[in-house]
């Protein structure tokens, strides 16, 4: 959808396992944004990429980190995952280049279980 | 955080009826977007809205960007079975998106 691709679509795990979560496009966007989906939340912005090796915090950051080492790639990666970290995981990019950061395509999600 | 309110939090509505919801916030945006949700997918884009007072549509859906910048309307006309699904408003400003906590949308035959 919009060439961009989530892994795995679905992950069962225990608690205290790493896990991480694999966002690629096919767009060349400079940026590229991690959200959870929680039921009475909405979605909730967990980190952002503004470029290779360019991230930033979003408002739930707190047990997640990210990487960028190239352009289509945006790794989202819980160190040791919590049952509250049982959500669902979507990556994002601009819609268009001239959208800027205010139009967002999703992906498909990633449907993670944290037993 | 900033938040979205918005409402109703759930509809269910007989095929054909129009559907209104809407979505307001303590804080000026400067984009305001709809967003649908079937089970199993990502959010797809419906609308969006660039301009205070602009009003667009697209199909049965029209959508309104408040006069104070704070508020967004969502209005479906002759509502279908495939309207089902969760919709978001969602505003830009700065730097961030920021989501409001949905509406469901269930249309009955």
């Known amino acids: 959808d919009a060439g961009i691709t989530q892994s795995p679509r679905h992950k069962v795990t225990e608690t205290g396992t790493p896990v991480t979560l694999r966002c690629h496009q096919t767009e060349n966007h400079r940026y590229m944004y991690w959200y959870r989906q929680d039921p009475g939340h909405g979605l909730r912005l967990i980190h952002y990429s503004y470029g290779v090796k360019d991230t930033d915090k979003g408002e739930v950051s707190d047990g997640y980190s990210v990487s960028r080492s190239k352009t289509e790639d945006f790794l989202l990666t819980l160190e040791s995952a919590t049952s509250s970290q049982t959500s669902v995981y979507f990556c994002?990019?601009?819609?268009?280049?001239?959208?800027?950061?205010?139009?967002?395509?999703f992906g498909a999600g990633s449907r993670l279980t944290v037993l | 955080g900033q938040q979205l309110n918005q409402s109703p939090q759930s509809m269910f509505i007989q095929e054909g009826e129009d559907v209104s919801m809407n979505c307001t916030s303590s804080?000026?945006?400067?984009?305001w977007l709809w967003y649908k949700q079937e089970p199993g997918e990502g959010p797809v884009l419906l609308i969006a809205l660039y301009k205070a007072g602009e009003l667009t549509s697209n199909g049965r859906l029209t959508a309104q960007f408040g006069i104070t910048r704070k508020d967004s309307f969502l209005n479906i006309s002759a509502s279908i079975p495939s309207d089902v699904g969760i919709y978001f408003c969602?505003?830009?400003?700065?730097?961030?998106?920021?989501f409001g906590t949905g509406t469901r949308l269930q249309v009955f035959p």
């Open positions: 994002a990019i601009p819609r268009a280049p001239s959208s800027g950061a205010n139009v967002l395509t």
């Open positions: 969602a505003g830009y400003n700065t730097d961030k998106l920021i």
């Open positions: 804080s000026i945006f400067n984009t």
